[in-house]
């Protein structure tokens, strides 16, 4: 099979390598589609410590089932399906209490083992059983479902936001994850959704999901701008979406009272340590949330979102590239050309 191994920063290479075998209680999914996610593009560019080289990563997916083990109850091949990427142990306090994206003993399709950047993936007997493997009906379109998993992540980042009908909505940064954020917003209710960034073309693309009003930050005061927006009362929620201590700063500085902040995106390891304006969270009673990865249920929220068309991937996915082309679409991506790539096997 072709697979795109990461062997160190800057160095991911397009391969031949041996199609998996399968065990009995494994399964052997041929792969359609896998987005690049902004870690990918992390881990080209400066590796990660948990994703040792050489390492197949890539873990947004779809496909279809080729093999199933003789004792895998449940799936048949030709299933289409899509992945969850993070393989929980279903054992610690967070998998117990419905937070297995906390668990503490977790491993991740991509990162610790093979991903999605090839055309055959195995998936492990623990995955197997752990549910990991979402069936999709007949007719579902695969690399609209491929978006399900970032899908997911902002559907958990917004368990804690409580989005209701009429709010407003700031999103700081217009990529992928943004526009996600706006959507779903939409879908919740804001009747006024606020999106800022500092390119043009990312603002354009990303209002299609859903904002109202547009800000380049680049050009305009944001804080000044969402005040007046909002006729000085500023917003119901704020989301900071892409990875600047600022976007964290002014979330909070916009935030009506008793109002919510999500901290959505990580910061640079270098610049993880942000001075914020803790006085105007406490007197004004603002709850500030961090985010990270998500659940299976919440998968499957993703995956009906998209199937039913309440959040249109054709809005998102403005890519579609071959597994030859990936340090390309991966340079894309860095570069902030369009929203969501797909590779195509």
């Known amino acids: 099979m072709k697979a795109a191994v990461f062997y160190g920063p800057k160095d991911l290479r397009i391969e031949e390598r041996k199609t998996p075998s399968i065990d009995k209680d494994e399964v052997l999914v041929k792969i359609q589609y896998c987005a690049i996610c902004g870690t990918d593009v992390r881990i080209y560019y400066n590796g990660q410590s948990n994703v040792i080289p050489p390492r197949i990563i890539g873990h947004e997916i779809t496909g279809i089932i080729e093999e199933v083990g003789a004792e895998v109850d449940n799936y048949s091949e030709g299933d289409k399906v899509l992945l969850v990427p993070m393989i929980a142990c279903g054992k610690c306090r967070y998998c117990l ?38 069936k999709l009906d007949d007719d579902a379109d695969l690399l609209n479902l491929s978006i399900a998993e970032p899908l997911s992540c902002v559907i958990n980042g917004h368990k804690y936001l409580n989005i209701e009908v009429g709010d407003s909505v700031l999103i700081i940064g217009a990529g992928p994850i943004g526009a996600m954020h706006a959507s779903l917003s939409k879908a919740k209710g804001a009747s006024k959704i606020i999106l800022a960034d500092i390119q043009d073309e990312r603002l354009e693309l990303a209002a299609q999901n859903g904002a109202n009003y547009l800000i380049n930050s ?19 929620v704020a989301i900071a979406a892409c ?14 009272k008793c109002g919510k902040v999500s901290l959505f995106a990580g910061l640079p390891r270098d610049k993880s340590i942000n001075p914020i304006n803790t006085n105007r969270a406490h007197y004004n009673e603002i709850s500030i949330f961090g985010a990270f990865g998500s659940t299976i249920p919440q998968h499957m929220i993703a995956k009906n979102l998209l199937q039913n068309n309440i959040i249109d991937a054709s809005k998102l996915i403005t890519e579609v ?13 860095k570069s902030g050309k369009g929203l969501k790539t797909v590779v195509k096997m």
Do not use: H, R, W
């Open 218 to 236: 680049n050009k305009e005061d944001l804080v000044k701008k969402v005040f007046e927006i909002t006729k000085g009362q500023g917003v119901d």
């Open 321 to 333: 590239i071959s597994l030859d082309d990936i340090v390309d679409g991966i340079k894309m991506v």
């Open 97 to 134: 209490t419905g937070n297995s994206n906390m668990c503490e003993n977790q491993t991740i399709v991509g990162y610790e083992i093979d991903g999605g950047f090839a055309e055959y993936i195995k998936v492990p007997a623990k995955a197997v059983n752990g549910g990991n493997i979402i």
């Open 243 to 256: 990875s600047a201590p600022s976007a964290q700063q002014q979330a909070i500085e916009v935030t009506k």
